[in-house]
């Protein structure tokens, strides 16, 4: 019986895979708005961590990209990546019987360094999805930028901790930092009780997305062509476990996810809008099938 349904179910997620995979428009002139996936390392992992029912012997990689934000004349920052300082904050913050489960690949390309090398003015903003360690790995690069965080995030951020779900001192403790603490003022999004229209244009659009850390968001981006594209951080590392409403391995959805019961409902809401506005396009943080498909900076989407 599973067997003759199986053929059929896997052409029902091919095109629902196919739709969300829809050809973006790239190059690398720069768009009016539009975003550049900034990669900054990644690491092979084995596929069942990344998407349930997958392999546990095979590899897929998992990605640490910054996703740079292209707004007219701005250019914000959401997430960082790794920074210049990933090795001695890793030395600091992930304890040693972990480091086997969570490794990234070396030598890494810091935001900073990649923006620097194109002639990109200095980004005056970075927004952070969460502060897990492979999200604010960058932020002392851009001692210039405002960091936006949401509220609720900022309680975690001044009482830093360690481990692949921790926020780590090394990494967000500096008080040269200039955190900003982001309410959701702008009403309702997208089916969300509230968002952060940036722009008040609705081109640049964040969300709450509660479960993974507390103050975990999201950002909409329309960009020139008219296409959403909606980036989610760690709510569920890829679209694969996103369609199977399954967002994470269980173990490590024990070591990283704050709120596994939050960040189910999470993970239904993005698929419930996804139903709605089946052209969405989801790009998760650490997805490398979809950002391959994307391309990278100095690749624009647009
Ligand atoms: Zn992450």
């Known amino acids: 019986m599973l067997r003759s349904i199986l053929p059929g179910l896997s052409l029902v997620l091919l095109v629902f895979t196919a739709n969300l995979h829809a050809a973006p428009a790239a190059g690398t002139a720069p768009p009016e708005v539009g975003f550049?996936?900034?990669?900054?390392?990644?690491?092979?992992?084995m596929e069942a961590l990344l998407r349930p029912g997958g392999s546990l012997v095979q590899q897929i990689d998992s990605?640490?990209?910054?996703?740079?934000?292209?707004?007219h004349q701005d250019y914000l920052l959401f997430d960082t990546g790794m920074g210049s300082q990933v090795d001695g904050q890793y030395q600091q913050g992930m304890p040693l019987w972990l480091r086997p489960f969570f490794k990234y690949d070396r030598p890494v390309q810091p935001a900073r360094e990649q923006l620097r090398k194109a002639g990109l003015p200095p980004v005056r903003r970075i927004i952070l999805s969460h502060s897990h360690w492979d999200h604010a790995g960058g932020v002392l690069d851009f001692p210039e930028a405002k960091v936006g965080v949401s509220a609720l995030e900022m309680a975690r951020i001044r009482q830093p901790s360690t481990g692949p779900g921790g926020t780590w001192a090394s990494q967000v403790a500096a008080k040269s930092i200039q955190w900003e603490a982001l309410t959701f003022t702008s009403g309702p999004f997208k089916g969300y009780a509230q968002s952060l229209d940036l722009y008040q244009d609705g081109t640049v659009v964040l969300?709450?997305?509660?479960?993974?850390?507390p103050g975990s968001i999201g950002l909409f981006l329309t960009v020139d062509s008219g296409k959403v594209y909606f980036f989610i951080g760690d709510v569920a590392w890829t679209q694969g476990a996103l369609q199977a409403s399954a967002p994470k391995f269980w173990a490590a959805s024990l070591l990283v996810d704050q709120d596994a019961d939050q960040t189910l409902s999470s993970v239904a809401q993005v698929r419930t809008l996804l139903q709605a506005e089946p052209g969405l396009v989801v790009v998760p943080a650490h997805d490398s099938k979809v950002q391959d498909a994307l391309g990278y900076f100095p690749q624009w989407v647009k």
Do not use: D, E, R, Y
Request: no cysteine; proline share 8%.
């Open 63 to 71: 990605n640490f990209s910054a996703f740079l934000i292209k707004h």
């Open 207 to 213: 969300v709450p997305m509660p479960g993974h850390t």
């Open 36 to 45: 550049a996936i900034v990669k900054t390392s990644q690491v092979a992992v």
